[in-house]
């Protein structure tokens, strides 16, 4: 089992940074591909970036490339994703999720095991 939380959610204004992470505990990542989701208000959840075991390969959904980077600590144990540039639409619940049955970069959420609680993102014009 691993647990994982999220931090660094809150109000920022449009053009400002947050930088969210996201715990693990249970067990090591090192092997686990890693993938950060959103939902917001009356939307599907949706991928925004995912990383594989090492760091080396990292993808992102079309909106937030070149904003977003995401980015991995194996010896913390820990996820970051880094968000610069945000913009209103960028609202949303942030979700890390984990999941050891791949080893390429996976995007759909009934691919990943694991859930982290969530951390709200609002973004405000």
């Known amino acids: 089992q691993v647990q994982l939380v999220e931090s660094g959610g809150g109000l920022v204004q449009a053009g400002g940074s947050l930088r969210l992470s996201c715990s693990a505990s249970?067990?090591?990542?090192?092997?686990?591909?890693m993938g950060w989701f959103r939902q917001a208000p009356g939307k599907e959840r949706e991928s925004v970036a995912t990383i594989g075991w090492s760091g080396g390969n990292t993808y992102y959904t079309d909106s937030v490339k070149g904003r977003f980077t995401i980015s991995r600590d194996n010896a913390k144990n820990t996820v970051y994703l880094q968000m610069n540039s945000l913009k209103p639409e960028d609202t949303a619940v942030y979700y890390c999720?984990?999941?050891?049955?791949?080893?390429?970069?996976?995007?759909?959420?009934?691919?990943?095991?694991?859930w982290g609680q969530g951390t709200q993102v609002t973004v405000s014009s």
């Open positions: 249970g067990r090591t990542i090192g092997s686990y591909v």
């Open positions: 999720a984990a999941t050891s049955r791949y080893s390429g970069l996976v995007h759909s959420d009934y691919l990943y095991d694991y």
